[in-house]
C-alpha cells in the first residue's frame, strides 16, 4: 500500500489540519565556500609574493668573469675587394650526355 498525504482516515495524519505538507524552496543565496576559496588563493598569492620579494637574492655577490670590466677582443679587419680585377674565366661545363662509344666491327 502506498501512503497517500491526502487520505483523511490515515492514522500518522498530523492532526492540525492547516499544516502545509509541501517542502517550500528555500531561497538560493551565493555559495560561501567559493568566496572561502578565493580569500585563501588571494592570501596564498600575496604570502608567496611576500616571502620572493623580502627575502635576500639566493645568488652570490662576487662577480664573475663575465660581469668584470675587461675589454672585448679587438675585431680582425676585412681585407678590401679589388674590383678593378677581370673575374677569373669559369670552367668549362660537364658534357651532359656521355660520349658514344666507338663502333664495333
Known sequence: MT???NNANDPNRPLNPNLDLRT???ARTSNTWVV???ALA???VAAFAYSQWSSTPGTSP???AST???EPAPAKPIAPT???ATPAPAPAPAPA?????PAQQ
Open 68 to 70: 668584470t670590466q675587461s
Open 42 to 44: 588571494v592570501i596564498a
Open 3 to 5: 501512503y497517500d498525504p
Open 36 to 38: 572561502w576559496v578565493a
Open 62 to 64: 662576487d662577480t664573475t
Open 24 to 26: 517550500t524552496p528555500t
Open 82 to 84: 679589388d674590383n678593378s
Open 97 to 101: 650526355t656521355p660520349p658514344a662509344a
